[in-house]
C-alpha cells in the first residue's frame, strides 16, 4: 500500500559518496521514512554500524533492501517500495539507466549525483514521456557542481531587477590540505566518471542536437566566450574557458524557461580558476594527454586501473582523507549583464550584478545535502514543479519551489552574497 512506502531510499548507500548520504540523511530526513539499498547486504549493515559509531545514534532499524544494477526485477522491487530513489551509484553511464527505468515503472521519483552530460540528456531524450506520463520526477545531475551553478543563476536572476543577458561564472577552489599525507580529492568513482565523459565526449554534440531540437530566437548581443588565459577584474586567480557538464545543464534549464513560460534565456558561458599562470596552462596539456588516452583501449584502461598514478595523487580508491575532504573551499563568481528595469533601451547592456556562491566541503558534503534538499522539495512542494512529471534539469524543475531559499538557510554550507551593483 502507498502509505506503507518509504518516503527515500538511498542506492548506493555503500559507496563513497553514498555513505556521506547516509550519514547526513539522519539529519536531513529526520521527518521522512528513509531506508538504504545496495547489492551486498553485508556491506549495507557495515554502513549503518560505522555511521551509528560515528554519530551515537542507533541505526539498526533503518530498512535496508537488496538491490543489484545487474537483476532488473531487484530494481523494479526497490523502486516499488519507495517514492523516491537518492541514486548514488555510478558511473551512471554504465549503472544509471536502469535504475531510472525501475523508477519509473513504479511511477517512483528519481535524483542523482551525475556529472556526466551524456547521460543526462540521452535518459531526457529516451524516457521524457514515458516519465510524464508516469507522473515520476526524474531529475539528473543534483550534485555539487551542477545544483550550485543552476541555484547561483536562480539568485542572480532573482536579483536582478532589469532584464538579464548574460552570466559568466567563475569557478575557483583552494584545497587547504590539513593532512598531508594524502592529496586525494577526488574517489575511484568520479575519477571513472570523468574518463568516461571524456572517453564519449563527441556524443554530447549529438544529444544536444536531438534535445534542444527547437528553433529559439536569435538573442542579442551574443555572449562572446574568452578562450585562452586570462584574469577577470576582482578575482586573483587566472581563468580558462572549459566546457564544464554543468554548462550544458544551465542551458537546458534556460532553454526549457523559454519554450513553456516565454522567459528570455540567459546566456550562460563557464570559466574555471588556476592559482598560477604555469598551472593554467599546464592542466590543459594534461586534459589533452588524458583525453586522447581514454580514446583507445588499452591507454583508457591502464587510466582506470592506476587512477593514483594518473591523476597525480589527486584520486584514491576509497576517496579523499575527511579531514581534507571537509577543509576544501569553493566559490562561483557569477557577472551578470543585462539591462535596467524591464526592456534593453540600447544596444548593449550596460547594468551590471556580481553574485557569488561559496561553500566547503563541495564535492562530497554539499552534494549529499544538496541531493537530500532536492528530495525533501519533491516531497514537500510537487504541486510547485512542473507539469506532472518528466526527465528535467533541477533548474527548471525548482525554479519555481522554496528549494534556493532552503540553500539560503545556512543549514547545508552555502552562502549566497551580492557584491556589486552597477546600473548605470
Not at 574568452?226 to 532553454?255: A, N
Not at 526549457?256 to 516565454?262: K, R
Request: with cysteine; hydrophobic share 40%; net charge positive.
Amino acid at each position: 500500500m502507498a502509505e506503507d512506502k518509504l518516503d527515500v531510499i538511498i542506492f548506493g548507500a555503500t559507496g563513497y559518496t553514498g555513505q556521506i548520504v547516509v550519514e547526513d540523511a539522519i539529519e536531513f530526513l529526520k521527518d521522512f521514512k528513509w531506508g538504504i539499498a545496495g547489492r551486498n547486504e553485508s556491506k549495507l549493515l557495515s554502513v549503518l554500524q560505522i555511521v551509528s559509531n560515528r554519530v551515537g545514534q542507533d541505526l539498526s532499524q533503518v530498512p535496508i533492501i537488496i538491490a543489484n544494477v545487474a537483476e532488473q526485477k531487484s530494481l523494479e522491487e526497490m523502486a516499488k517500495k519507495c517514492k523516491i530513489v537518492l541514486n548514488c551509484c555510478g558511473p551512471f553511464r554504465l549503472y544509471g539507466e536502469a535504475v531510472v527505468k525501475a523508477c519509473i515503472d513504479a511511477g517512483t521519483h528519481h535524483i542523482d549525483i551525475n556529472a556526466e552530460p551524456q547521460f543526462a540528456d540521452g535518459i531526457q531524450i529516451k524516457y521524457h514521456e514515458l516519465a510524464q506520463t508516469r507522473g515520476s520526477y526524474i531529475i539528473p545531475s543534483c550534485g555539487f557542481e551542477s545544483i550550485c551553478a543552476e541555484m547561483a543563476v536562480l539568485y542572480t536572476e532573482r536579483n536582478y531587477p532589469g532584464l538579464l543577458n548574460s552570466i559568466e561564472s567563475y569557478y575557483e577552489t583552494n584545497l587547504n590540505q590539513q593532512d598531508k599525507s594524502s592529496k586525494a580529492i577526488l574517489s575511484r568513482g568520479s575519477w571513472d566518471s570523468i574518463i568516461y565523459y571524456m572517453q564519449n565526449y563527441k556524443e554530447i554534440a549529438s544529444l544536444q542536437k536531438q534535445l534542444n531540437y527547437e528553433v529559439m530566437p536569435n538573442f542579442k548581443p551574443k555572449l562572446k566566450i574568452r578562450y585562452g588565459i586570462h584574469k577577470t577584474k576582482g578575482l586573483k586567480t587566472y581563468f580558462l574557458e572549459i566546457p564544464t557538464p554543468s554548462r550544458y545543464i544551465v542551458h537546458r534549464s534556460q532553454r526549457l524557461l523559454f519554450l513553456n513560460e516565454e522567459k528570455r534565456p540567459v546566456q550562460y558561458g563557464t570559466y574555471i580558476g588556476f592559482h598560477s599562470f604555469w598551472w593554467a596552462l599546464l592542466v590543459p596539456l594534461i586534459l589533452v594527454f588524458g583525453f586522447i588516452m581514454t580514446h583507445f583501449g588499452f591507454t583508457r584502461k591502464l587510466l582506470l586501473q592506476y587512477p593514483k598514478i594518473f591523476s597525480l595523487g589527486y584520486v584514491a580508491q576509497k576517496g579523499p582523507l575527511e579531514v581534507n575532504r571537509k577543509a576544501m573551499e569553493f566559490s562561483y563568481t557569477l557577472k551578470a549583464k543585462g539591462w535596467y528595469r524591464s526592456s534593453p533601451h540600447a544596444p548593449h547592456p550596460t547594468a551590471q550584478l556580481i553574485t557569488r556562491v561559496s561553500g566547503k566541503d563541495h564535492y562530497y558534503g554539499i552534494t549529499s545535502k544538496a541531493l537530500l534538499a532536492c528530495a525533501k522539495t519533491i516531497l514537500q512542494e510537487q504541486d510547485k514543479m512542473p507539469g506532472n512529471g518528466g526527465v528535467l534539469p533541477p533548474g527548471y524543475a525548482f525554479a519555481k519551489t522554496q528549494l534556493l531559499d532552503e540553500f539560503r538557510s545556512g543549514k547545508y554550507g552555502l552562502h549566497f552574497e551580492i557584491l556589486e551593483k552597477k546600473w548605470d
